[in-house]
């Protein structure tokens, strides 16, 4: 196992009614721009009950975030902060909500002109405003994590930035929130949970075991309670026990101290900035594409996944491996969502277009940095 830190600052807290929290879990003095998305949480009551925790304090909205957050939504949102002096940030939503919340958070304390600079050069965060979280759908881990995603529409870029300042300081997780999302929303966070374990999971043995079971307990729940969530969406224990899992996928505690390969992320960003297309559907494509190519450098995970997570004793490690990518593509099929380029329209020419994109940015992936573009290319043609 290699070297590791590991430092949490996030307090989590955990359960159906917990959103009257806030009420303490925000400074009395604080100025509070409360940032939400497109209108779920008017529709589902989330609003009127953070309203109400919060009757007390001073608060200012902004709402509209999409998904996939877009960098000139996050432009307004910081002038209207600016211009109503806040210094707390509320995320009411989904990941999408949380990460533009972190991201307009460091914009606030950037002195230069364009907040984009971040993104490009992590070194330029310094600090952030507090953020803290109520989510309202599991899946990303923003509510335990130092990440943001950022879209850019002017230049087809959908951006990652990873840096300590922008963990929140508090996450209120109420699985109640959870049981008005969509059948579409509720596949696409236990496969985004799912395949963030994978991607810490799947790479090479690293003398870890504590990290590789930790990682199994994660996949095995998902499979076991996410088709209980997507049978029956008012299954508040299933809900509860997807929304734990799918925040301990990627609040970092399985990576510590083992190789990570962040493919099939890097290659869904592509295809997520190019086609418009949900974040875990396309990781639902890429994946197993991945998988296939690398299978022999991934074998012994691949196999270990196969026996451990899917049961399949008794097969030697290659056959296990290519059953592993198989089993893998069929529970995401199970859960509704399609694994191809072509049940999304997407054109088999996307090959190539994602390759040159990652290309011009001198990206090479993979634990063993071997996935170079023409490698993704090859990926992609095999998702057609
Ligand atoms: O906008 P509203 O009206 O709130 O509706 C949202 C949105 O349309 C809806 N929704 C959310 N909670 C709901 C609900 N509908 C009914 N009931 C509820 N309780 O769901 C739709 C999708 O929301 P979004 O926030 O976009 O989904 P998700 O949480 O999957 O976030 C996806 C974004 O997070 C990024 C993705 O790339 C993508 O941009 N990621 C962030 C990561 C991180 N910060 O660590 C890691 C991930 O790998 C991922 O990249
Ligand atoms: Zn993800």
Redesign the pocket.
Known sequence: MDAFSYRCPTRIIFGVGQIVALSIEVPAAARILMV??????MR?G?YDQVQSALSRHQVVEFDG?????EYEDCREALEVLKESSCDFILAV???????AAKFIAAAACYDGEEPWDLIEDRNLVTEALPVGAVL??P????EM?G???I?RAAITQ?R?LCHPALYPVFSILDPA??T???PR?SA??II?AFV?VCEQYVTYPAEAPLQDRQAEAILLTLIEEGPKVMADPENLTARANVMWAATNA?NGLIGVGVPGDWAS?QIG?EL?ALYGID??QSLAVAMPGVWEVCREAKQAKLAQYAWRVWGLHGLGSEVAARQAVARTEDFFRSLGVGTTLAEYDIPVEAADLVAQHLSQRGVVLGEHQSITPEVVAEILRLRA
Do not use: E, W, Y
């Open positions: 939400h998305g497109g209108g779920s949480i589902n989330v975030i999409r998904p996939n957050p939503g989904g990941g999408s909500v949380l990460d309202t759908l899946a990303t881990g923003s994590n990440n943001t995603v879209s959908k990652a929130t959870t008005t999302l969509s929303q696409n966070g985004d963030h990627l992320h960003h997520t974040h875990a």
